[in-house]
């Protein structure tokens, strides 16, 4: 059974940083894409980063709002992947959520969420 | 960015009912399109991709059409667990982006 755990999140200041983790297990897991998603309170899904495999070199996507302040990357010895929020705003509030994804296919697998509070 | 569009944003429904909800791309984006479904409190779950395929353990009530810029999910008969709300995504190009969602309640 494919199970994805987030774990990391909490209550930060702004300007802080946080590091999400997510372990992976029921597949393997350097053979997949990685993402995280996250969602407001009360408001809509939106993507925030990709790893993609080794076959891919694991590179990398990021959503406009977060790049340059949030790295994606992944530990396949590990079965783990990770989100480093650095220079975090208000707006980054959000439970934040791994997922597993096919190309083509989407998010397949969903983690339950770890939320994450940006406030002073 | 690809922005989508979905209609209604809220919908009310009885057990039984047929439901559509529609998602509009504002550019081209062949059939790569997928529908999830949120519970409140819960992870969203994958109910079709490829616009049209039902994920593995999806019941057959739930159906996807369309391609380009314009496509639907139909539930054919409205089953209690189906309140929920549903969000169409598109995985054309990044940044991949999401519709803002269609709750959906008893009426």
């Known amino acids: 059974e494919v199970q994805l755990v987030e774990s990391g999140g909490g209550l930060v200041q702004p300007g802080g940083s946080l590091r999400l983790s997510c372990a992976a297990s029921?597949?393997?897991?350097?053979?997949?894409?990685m993402d995280w998603i996250r969602q407001a309170p009360g408001k809509g899904l939106e993507w925030v980063a990709r790893?993609?495999?080794?076959?891919?070199?694991?590179?990398?996507e990021y959503a406009a709002s977060v790049k340059g302040r949030f790295t994606i990357s992944r530990d396949d010895s590990k079965n783990s992947l990770y989100l480093q929020m650095n220079s975090l705003k208000t707006e980054d509030t959000a439970v934040y959520y791994c997922?597993?994804?096919?190309?083509?296919?989407?998010?397949?697998?969903w983690g339950q969420g770890t939320l994450v509070t940006v406030s002073s | 960015d690809i922005q989508l569009t979905q209609s209604p944003s809220f919908l009310s429904a009885s057990v039984g009912d047929r439901v559509t909800i529609t998602c509009r791309a504002s550019?081209?984006?062949?059939?790569?399109l997928a529908w999830c479904q949120q519970k409140p409190g819960k992870a969203p779950k994958l109910l079709i991709y490829a616009a049209s395929t039902l994920q593995s353990g999806v019941p057959s009530r739930f159906s996807g059409s369309g391609s380009g810029t314009e496509f639907t999910l139909t539930i054919s008969s409205l089953q209690p667990e189906d309140f929920a709300t549903y969000y169409c995504q598109q995985l054309n190009s990044y940044p991949l982006t999401f519709g803002g969602g269609t709750k959906v309640e008893i009426k």
């Open positions: 029921g597949f393997t897991f350097n053979d997949h894409y």
């Open positions: 550019q081209g984006i062949s059939s790569s």
């Open positions: 997922a597993r994804s096919i190309p083509g296919r989407s998010f397949d697998h």
């Open positions: 790893s993609r495999n080794k076959a891919n070199s694991y590179s990398t």
